[in-house]
T-cell receptor, first 114, second 116 residues
Framework: GENVEQHPSTLSVQEGDSAVIKCTYSDSASNYFPWYKQELGKRPQLIID?????GEKKDQRIAVTLNKTAKHFSLHITETQPEDSAVYFCAAPHRASGTYKYIFGTGTRLKVLA | KAGVTQTPRYLIKTRGQQVTLSCSPISGHRSVSWYQQTPGQGLQFLFEYFSETQRNKGNFPGRFSGRQFSNSRSEMNVSTLELGDSALYLC???????????????FGPGTRLLVL
């Protein structure tokens, strides 16, 4: 079936600590995995993505890892700052009707405590 | 390039009415997807349009419909509104050069619909 599981649903960390959010997908044909950050009252913004030809991608304090065999991918935020507080969504494409539609995880509310 | 735009940004309707929301994709993007976002259900896929054709549809009742114009702008319509339709409606556009390519989606700011 089409399903993306995301954990945890809420995460509180102290400023400067690391945060990890994990997602599991079901469609073995998926090969592109984006992460979005949504601040209160704003649109989801793409913060990092990864394609299945690599196992890890980094962009400053943010990294994403992918394990295609286990069908899971994770978002890692290091040296967290208060402005990292937001809801984070993972997504995975699911093949339907000859093309793809994106299934989103249920979101993780990250709170960075100063 | 200008980002994805949506109008109106806010709407208040009463039960039984209908509503039409509009989405203008990023210039050159031909795929537009619509999502319903609620606190309890997260981002739920409504449908996707490409070259004026609906290519994918989510599990929503027939009261939810959409269309896409030749300039890739898209509209979605909800008829016979129910209280449960109150939500943030987001559209997202992507380039989609070929159907087998899994492309990045860019979101608009959303239309917040309140049904009284």
């Amino acid at each position: 079936g089409e399903n993306v599981e995301q954990h945890p649903s809420t995460l509180s960390v102290q400023e400067g600590d690391s945060a990890v959010i994990k997602c599991t997908y079901s469609d073995s044909a998926s090969n592109y995995f984006p992460w979005y950050k949504q601040e209160l009252g704003k649109r989801p913004q793409l913060i990092i993505d990864i394609r299945s030809n690599v196992g890890e991608k980094k962009d400053q304090r943010i990294a994403v890892t992918l394990n295609k065999t286990a069908k899971h991918f994770s978002l890692h935020i290091t040296e967290t700052q208060p402005e990292d507080s937001a809801v984070y969504f993972c997504a995975a494409p699911h093949r339907a009707s000859g093309t793809y539609k994106y299934i989103f995880g249920t979101g993780t509310r990250l709170k960075v405590l100063a | 390039k200008a980002g994805v735009t949506q109008t109106p940004r806010y709407l208040i309707k009463t039960r039984g009415q209908q509503v039409t929301l509009s989405c203008s994709p990023i210039s050159g993007h031909r795929s537009v997807s619509w999502y319903q976002q609620t606190p309890g259900q997260g981002l739920q896929f409504l449908f996707e349009y490409f070259s004026e054709t609906q290519r994918n549809k989510g599990n929503f009742p027939g009261r939810f419909s959409g269309r896409q114009f030749s300039n890739s702008r898209s509209e979605m319509n909800v008829s016979t509104l129910e209280l449960g339709d109150s939500a943030l409606y987001l559209c997202a556009s992507s380039l989609v050069s070929r159907s087998e390519i899994q492309e990045t989606q860019y979101f608009g700011p959303g239309t917040r619909l309140l049904v009284l």
